[in-house]
């Protein structure tokens, strides 16, 4: 399996055992926005999708590798999402519906991944991950969507994978 770059940097704070990395985004969120010059994660996550997402098994490295693991589940619920949509304009809507609909947090009885994730401590902490994981399934599903529909037309070098499970979960607790 391909980890993340931001493993090994120390000045990442977390929640839980979740790293808050920053995000290039126009949305705003809980972090300064990260350079636009440089890949965050969600650059990353969607770069190694397509080679992630063949791994049954990923031996996590660090925190950051935690957000990888939820961003290419993630991912994967969209591109199931996004299997019978015509254009790119029906998908971003679709994506854009899904990003914000409720979603579990680890510690919640639906949280399919609570063996490798701690819960957050305090109150304080979950709404911090819930906000921070909200941000990420958004600014994800802007990206996302761009990238699968070429010239308007879903792309079959991307949604060939909806039928794949990564790590054998389906899902990364969204609550339809």
């Excluded at 650059?43 to 939820?70: C, H, M, P, Q, S």
Aim: glycine share 4%; charged share 25%.
């Amino acid at each position: 399996a391909y980890h993340s770059q931001y493993n090994d940097d120390p000045n990442i704070r977390s929640v839980g055992n979740i790293a808050l990395l920053p995000i290039k985004s126009k949305i705003r969120g809980l972090l300064p926005p990260a350079d636009e010059n440089t890949d965050d994660i969600i650059d990353e996550a969607i770069g190694l999708f397509r080679a992630n997402i063949l791994f049954r098994n990923f031996d996590i490295k660090g925190n950051a590798d935690r957000v990888l693991i939820y961003l290419t589940l993630y991912i994967q619920e969209c591109l199931q999402k996004l299997t019978k949509l015509p254009n790119q304009q029906e998908g971003l809507r679709t994506l854009s519906t899904h990003a914000v609909t409720n979603f579990a947090i680890p510690g919640d009885a639906s949280f399919p991944l609570n063996a490798m994730y701690e819960r957050p401590q305090t109150r304080q902490d979950a709404e911090t991950m819930k906000q921070y994981l909200s941000h990420l399934r958004q600014e994800t599903s802007l990206r996302l969507a761009q990238r699968v529909f070429e010239d308007d037309k879903p792309s079959k070098w991307w949604l060939c994978f909806t039928k794949r499970k990564f790590m054998n979960l389906a899902s990364c607790g969204t609550m339809n």
